[in-house]
């Protein structure tokens, strides 16, 4: 094995920390528009700031029985929100886009603190959050469908689309406000009610958006339940008041909800984990190739389904390639959320996935591969480790193929275009991957061979609310954002009218 250290890298940290009380939301479970406490025996929860180590909240730990108040609350709201007119569910979610804007500062802090996200991120995901909402606003008003006629001699078939019900959703550790907006918004959009739970690590924003948008939406139509998947996540998926759960999260989780949801047969919309190829010809833009990477890859440190963490380079430029990829890592700058505006990187979200990616690391050591950056954990307080780019991965090593869900970036080499498809697909996973060339015939070529949900040319985790977003094989199914999100949260009905008797 060989190891060279571009530059050590150092975590930034505030000088003089400067404290500022957070604008915290309530701890209890949100149901029927109102804060409510836990049961009187549930635990409490301690949320961690991953940046620091310290207990900056504590939330209940829900029980089954929270769960069973949040889905009648519900069912009672959908009565009468599954008849509103697309117009009054807009208004709605246009409001709920103006109240997140007018409470910026207070869901970036939230974010950042029980995150570790940069101040760019956190920045990014409220920006994204509100965009969401009124993307979904409009989109709720230009439904199309199948359209209305006679199929049949002297029958009139006429096509809706109704609301599916009670949605139960679980979102996770890594966006919280943002992968709550991708389901809040649809799912309200298309006339469901929602019982949630947030990741327990990082529940605070979910809960913030509560608390500010109590009374200002209709009560029962959002309902937040905290607490532990096993207990909260198992009642979601199994409780006959549901219509549908919808989860993002890991294939473990996806799996569970998929098993428990079918003993009712109750449908199931999952986006679960990733790990995108970056296919890079030999006629690419190396620089631009190594830049994006350098966004992708690292993006949320690393923990994003759809990070840019696999690359496979065409054997006659890897070794430029990879001189520029470190070169472009090498510039990242690690530390706290309040150390400074330039700060790119901030810490894993909690001790056991900090853990987890330890000990990615320690594999990749003991298998003998090329640590050509990186590769160590950051001493001191918080979370961190070092931006990684690891060399000369053989095909299938474990460390190309399974999630690792941090700063990590592999390298592989291809000597032909049949092999980059092979090895690309070669994957459990099938949410997204991105191709690297200046040749239009591969630019169309390629992507339809991937077989990856959403495919880049010449560039990585690009996200617009007008196209979709989700998954095949091991990544789950059903799509995030888009008409086709509106289209997964209802269901179709075909009324056929005789009038020719």
């Known amino acids: 094995m060989t190891t060279t250290q571009h530059e050590a890298f150092t975590v930034h940290r505030p000088a003089d920390p400067v404290v500022v009380p957070l604008p915290l939301p309530p701890a209890g479970h949100f149901i029927a528009g109102a804060f409510v406490p836990g049961s009187a025996d549930s635990p409490r929860i301690d949320v961690v700031n991953p940046a620091t180590e310290e207990v900056i909240a504590s939330i209940h730990a829900g029980t089954a029985g929270d769960v069973d108040t949040a889905v009648a609350a519900a069912v009672e709201a959908q009565k009468s929100w599954r008849n509103t007119t697309p117009k009054e569910r807009a208004d709605v979610l246009n409001l709920i886009a103006n109240i997140i804007e007018a409470n910026r500062a207070a869901f970036e802090a939230i974010e950042s603190a029980n995150t570790g996200k940069p101040p760019a991120v956190a920045e990014d ?39 599916v019900g009670v949605v139960g959703v679980i979102t996770p550790w890594n966006y919280p406000l943002l992968m709550a907006a991708w389901k809040i918004a649809p799912i309200l959009a298309a006339g469901n009610s929602i019982v949630l739970k947030p990741s327990e690590q990082t529940p605070l924003s979910t809960l913030k958006l509560a ?30 008041d549901i219509a549908l759960v919808a989860l993002t ?59 840019a963490c696999r690359v496979l380079v065409h054997e006659a430029v890897a070794e430029e390639f990879t001189r520029y990829l470190v070169n472009e890592v090498g510039t990242l700058v690690v530390g706290a959320p309040d150390s400074g505006a330039d700060v790119e990187i901030g ?14 690391l320690a594999d990749a050591r003991a298998a003998g591969l090329t640590i050509a950056l990186g590769g160590s954990v950051l001493e001191g307080t918080g979370y961190f480790i070092e931006p990684t780019v690891i060399t000369d991965v053989p095909s299938r090593a474990p460390i190309a193929t399974h999630e690792i869900f941090g700063p990590v970036v592999t390298v592989e080499t291809f000597s032909s275009t049949e092999e980059a498809v092979r090895r690309a697909n070669e994957s459990p996973y099938g949410l997204s991957a991105s191709v690297w060339t ?26 617009a609310c007008e196209v979709p977003w989700g998954g095949f094989k091991g990544s789950g199914y059903g799509r995030d954002l888009s008409l086709y999100a509106l289209d997964d949260y209802s269901r179709t009905k075909h009324v056929m009218i005789n009038h020719g008797a």
């Not at 409220?126 to 049949?152: E, N, P, Q």
């Not at 853990?355 to 990615?360: C, D, G, L, W, Y």
């Not at 239009?440 to 390629?446: A, G």
């Open 125 to 163: 995901d409220v920006t994204s959050t509100i965009d969401t909402f009124r993307f979904m606003a409009g989109a709720s008003r230009t439904l199309t469908s199948m359209a209305g006629g006679d199929y049949a001699t002297d029958h009139t078939s006429v096509i809706l689309r109704e609301p």
């Open 211 to 240: 608390e500010v948008l109590a009374g200002r939406i209709p009560d029962g139509i959002l309902n937040v339940v905290t607490g532990q998947g096993r207990i909260v996540g198992q009642r979601l998926s199994e409780h006959p």
């Open 249 to 307: 999260g890991s294939v473990t989780s996806g799996q569970a909800v998929a098993e428990t949801a079918g003993r009712s047969v109750k449908r199931v919309h999952l986006e679960l984990g990733g790990k995108a190829p970056v296919v890079v010809f030999p006629d690419a833009d190396l620089q631009a190739a190594a830049a994006g990477v350098r966004n992708a890859g690292f993006w949320n440190a690393g923990q994003d389904c759809g990070a």
């Open 347 to 360: 810490p894993m979200i909690s001790r056991a996935h900090f853990e987890r990616v330890k000990e990615s």
């Open 438 to 463: 200046r040749d239009s015939s591969l630019t169309l070529r390629v992507p339809k061979q991937l077989d990856f949900g959403t495919v880049w040319v010449n560039s990585h985790l690009v996200l």
